[in-house]
């Protein structure tokens, strides 16, 4: 989820199988065949042989009962395979929670020591937990989006698209968030935005959108996943026409460069002179014209913290002034737009994005649906963005004029869709890097970017 610089805040992120073991139940009989026959005991012999044919009806009946359980399918790690759409709980498919880890970058230069420092290495333990559910949220994404990006095609609706990636993290996490406080367990750390063309952000579709996606459109998907409030947020875009592959090169570079260049102690000036190096020098040809490929100079990446998707910190996509370091602990989204446009976007169309304000006013509430309605926003999201979809999931109505008052007041903070100008093109990645005191980890790196 992208910010805006403080400024302009107010103008406008092969197989194995699983063995079946079956116990032995009830009494298996042996039959002892013998060659030598005693007259006297014709009688006795003709019970066991009753007996035995019993016995072996029996035990035909038991064996006909025990039919073998289907065999799960085994990756080569041992874990059961994710199904298509996802519905198997990450939790499940890896035993005692040791989720793959992202990738993991060692510090160099004045921070090299980190990475043998028994100090750092024991501050590295101490954050296990924190980790872990990094990781576990981490490969929700990866698994949810992967699905999404074999799935998704043009002809769908944006609802239909947004949904079924809603429904596998859901499903995956464990949280379907129907009942109170279960997505603040987990869930969705950010709502599905499907921002499209000259739209670069914040834009998911509210009940009643028909939009179709369609094959020349530029799709932004930006989604979060969190697990305790440890929020991955990552994006990427899709495209159904080579002719804009090469905006898609440019901002993806334009990421990486970002990924590369951040570090403990690193001024957010270097990154964000590193990034726009790297954006800008791609041009792409689109209707017969040669277009430079320009960073959104308003839009920055930012640092997460717990329960909220922007802390206090802005990670720029342009070279500037900005002094401020990055620190060991902390956790940032490193996220660039680029646009082929004006490189500059505004607020335009409808509202679908808010979230509840970490430092809200105490204030009075004179609409009794704002009141009923920051109640369950409270219970349900706590500070996690949400949309208005979320609400409708929840069964809330003709809540609009109560959710405006709320925004109204200070209590909620709206973020309208973010575009460039009409006819342009905007593109999106994304990734979420943890400082860690012996390696920077980007824990949302996959094989698709």
């Given at each position: 989820m992208p910010t805006l610089p403080a400024n302009q805040a107010g103008a406008v992120s092969g197989r194995q199988h699983a063995a079946v073991s079956v116990p032995t139940n009830g009494t298996t009989s042996q039959i002892e065949e013998s060659n030598a026959h005693d007259p006297s005991d014709d009688e006795k012999e003709e019970e066991e042989a009753a007996l035995g044919s019993e016995n072996r009806n029996n035990a035909g009946k038991r064996k006909k009962r025990r039919k073998p359980k289907k065999k799960k399918v085994l990756t080569t790690d041992g874990v059961t395979a994710q199904s298509s759409p996802p519905r198997v709980p990450i939790a499940s498919l890896f035993a005692g929670g040791l989720y793959p880890a992202g990738e993991e970058v060692e510090y160099h230069n004045d921070n090299a020591f980190r990475t043998t420092s028994e100090e750092k290495r024991h501050l590295d333990r101490m954050n296990s937990d924190y980790l872990t559910e990094y990781r576990h949220g981490a490969e929700v994404h990866r698994q949810v989006r992967q699905w999404a990006q074999k799935n998704i095609r043009p002809g769908q609706?944006?609802?239909?698209?947004?949904?079924?990636?809603?429904?596998?993290?859901?499903?995956?996490?464990?949280?379907?968030g129907l009942e109170e406080g279960d997505n603040?367990?987990?869930?969705?750390?950010?709502?599905?935005?499907?921002?499209?063309?000259?739209?670069?952000?914040?834009?998911?579709?509210?009940?009643?959108?028909?939009v179709v996606l369609q094959k020349e459109d530029v799709m932004k998907v930006d989604f979060g996943v969190h697990l305790?409030?440890?929020?991955v947020d990552s994006a990427f875009t899709m495209t159904f026409d080579p002719v804009y592959d090469n905006l898609l090169a440019a901002v993806k570079d334009a990421t990486n460069a970002g990924v590369r260049e951040a570090g403990i102690d690193v001024r957010m000036s270097d990154i964000g002179a590193a990034i726009q190096e790297a954006m800008e020098s791609y041009e792409v040809e689109i209707g017969g014209k040669t277009l430079p490929v320009k960073c959104i100079r308003n839009l920055n990446g930012h640092d997460i913290i717990q329960y909220s998707i922007h802390g206090s910190?802005?990670?720029?996509?342009?070279?500037?002034?900005?002094?401020?370091?990055?620190?060991?602990g902390e956790t940032f989204a490193i996220e660039t737009f680029g646009s082929t446009g004006n490189g500059y976007v505004r607020d335009d169309m409808e509202t679908s994005h808010y979230a509840k304000k970490a430092d809200a006013p105490n204030v009075p509430l004179r609409?009794?649906?704002?009141?009923?309605l920051l109640n369950s926003i409270?219970?349900?999201?706590?500070?996690?963005?949400?949309?208005?979809?979320y609400l409708d999931r929840l069964g809330h109505e003709k809540y609009l004029l109560g959710l405006n008052n709320l925004v109204s007041c200070g209590i909620v903070e709206a973020y309208?869709?973010?575009?460039?100008?009409?006819?342009?093109?905007?593109?999106?990645f994304e990734h979420t890097i943890l400082l860690r005191p012996t390696v920077k980890?980007?824990?949302?790196?996959?094989?698709?970017?």
């Open positions: 609706t944006l609802t239909e698209i947004a949904e079924g990636i809603e429904d596998g993290v859901r499903a995956l996490t464990g949280h379907q603040i367990r987990g869930g969705m750390g950010f709502p599905t935005g499907l921002s499209l063309n000259h739209c670069a952000a914040h834009y998911t579709p509210n009940a009643g959108n028909k305790n409030g440890r929020i910190k802005s990670v720029p996509i342009v070279k500037g002034k900005d002094q401020t370091k990055m620190e060991e609409v009794s649906s704002a009141r009923s409270s219970k349900n999201f706590g500070t996690l963005p949400f949309c208005r979809r309208p869709p973010l575009c460039d100008i009409k006819g342009s093109y905007t593109a999106q980890e980007v824990i949302s790196r996959g094989d698709d970017y």
